[in-house]
């Protein structure tokens, strides 16, 4: 039994008409058009009602990763092996359900401080999908109607050895890759531990073993072919946004992508040809380059 998705993203901002036209204008998520009682806005890529909720906020960052249980089941049973490890367990109430649009779910801090919700029951609305920008579709399922979940977020986890145990032994999920990114003489070691949940996504969530600020390295949407990555691309740079990283294609994954800052700090990857993976055929790898082209990265402190 494992994490089934990421599902969802609650974000911080200082500036949410700023994040909200980013996510649309650039991007090309679809604004949900409802704000609720708290001054949350939605963004969706699918027929989730949101998979980014924007929330005011005194400081720009990541608040929670919203991960998905397959069913009530597998959620009580997640919670109570984490209960057992040790872990206290914030149960949400109904409106706090409510507003994530899921029927119930918990909060809990991983070894590192990370904001995680566990959560099952998604209530979808098949709204259909209308982008702003043009974009046709949003990878977040495969082919045969399982759900991808919104993409990957790489989280901050300079206690690595205690995450790796928390995401793999406890939160079930599987090792994808394990980077060692080419550094300058003299930088600390630094490594990338790649996790797929239960499904095909080559990584749902990275854990990047130094602290980083905002709460996350990177968040990646995936959108379907070369051109609406260029388009949007085109669309960054015509907005003046400050684009992180060239467009390029990462070994691990294969995603051909570039990197935009979002409005507040956080880093947007922006790909297509993302691998889907058989686990159960699957190794492992040791990654000693992250890149097989491209990616010249201008990342704030690289
Ligand atoms: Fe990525």
Not at 49 to 78: I, N, Q, V, Y
Not at 245 to 250: E, I, K, V
Request: with cysteine; charged share 20%.
């Amino acid at each position: 039994m494992s994490i089934a998705t990421i599902g969802y993203l609650r974000i911080a901002s200082t500036d949410i008409p700023a994040w909200m036209s980013f996510g649309t204008d650039i991007l090309g998520l679809m604004d949900a058009k409802r704000e609720d009682s708290l001054g949350a806005r939605f963004l969706r890529m699918d027929d989730h009602p949101f998979r980014f909720m924007l929330e005011p906020g005194a400081e720009d960052g990541l608040l929670a990763c919203g991960l998905e249980c397959r069913s009530k089941t597998d959620w009580l049973a997640l919670c109570e092996r984490l209960r057992e490890a040790g872990y206290t367990l914030e149960e949400g109430d109904s409106d706090a359900a409510a507003r994530r649009c899921v029927t119930g779910f918990v909060s809990l801090q991983d070894p590192c401080g990370n904001n995680l919700e566990l959560f099952y029951g998604r209530r979808l609305d098949y709204t259909p999908l209308i982008s702003p920008a043009g974009v046709r579709r949003f990878i977040t399922g495969d082919e045969y109607g399982g759900d991808l979940g919104f993409g990957h977020a790489v989280l901050p986890a300079p206690d690595s050895d205690a995450a790796a145990a928390f995401y793999i032994d406890l939160l079930g999920m599987g090792v994808s890759d394990l980077l060692y990114p080419p550094m300058p003489e003299g930088a600390p070691e630094t490594s990338i531990l790649f996790l797929h949940a239960d499904n095909p996504r080559q990584h749902s969530l990275a854990l990047y073993n130094h602290p980083y600020p905002g709460g996350v390295v990177h968040v990646m949407v995936e959108v379907e072919t070369l051109d609406e990555v260029g388009r949007a691309l085109d669309r960054a740079r015509a907005a003046g946004h400050t684009i992180l990283a060239s467009m390029g294609r990462h070994v691990n994954d294969n995603m051909c992508s570039f990197y935009v800052l979002a409005p507040g700090g956080i880093a947007i990857e922006y790909g297509y040809d993302g691998l889907l993976v058989d686990w159960s055929t699957y190794t492992p790898t040791v990654s000693t380059v992250g890149d097989l082209w491209g990616h010249e990265y201008q990342f704030p402190g690289s």
